[in-house]
């Protein structure tokens, strides 16, 4: 156990218990499977309101509906994402910028 009181073992769910993320806007790529949906759900549980950063806005579909169908208050969205491709970011960037909200995390 570390100074934290965290270890190896210990859960998203358990490190972030008791944060509030209300007002809070997050950007995570990688939100179509592992450790980015956990973190897209996490994030959402806390009240963040998330933006997953994708290439496939299909499986973006599935994993919002799946995190709605958990947290039906969570605020989520998918916008399409291709790192590999600059055209892409700057288009994405573009696209949230006009959003109006702000960027409080990016993973």
Known sequence: MCPSGFSASSTAKEVTHGIDGSGVTAIVTGTTRGIGV????????????????VR??????????????????????????????????????SQFNSSGLPLNILM
């Open 38 to 53: 956990e973190t897209a759900r996490v994030l959402s549980l806390c009240g963040v309101h998330v933006i997953m950063a």
């Open 56 to 93: 496939n806005m299909n499986n973006a579909k599935h994993v919002k509906e799946s995190i709605l169908k958990e947290i039906p208050t969570a605020k989520v969205d998918a916008m399409e994402l291709d790192l590999s491709s600059m055209d892409s970011v700057r288009k994405f960037a």
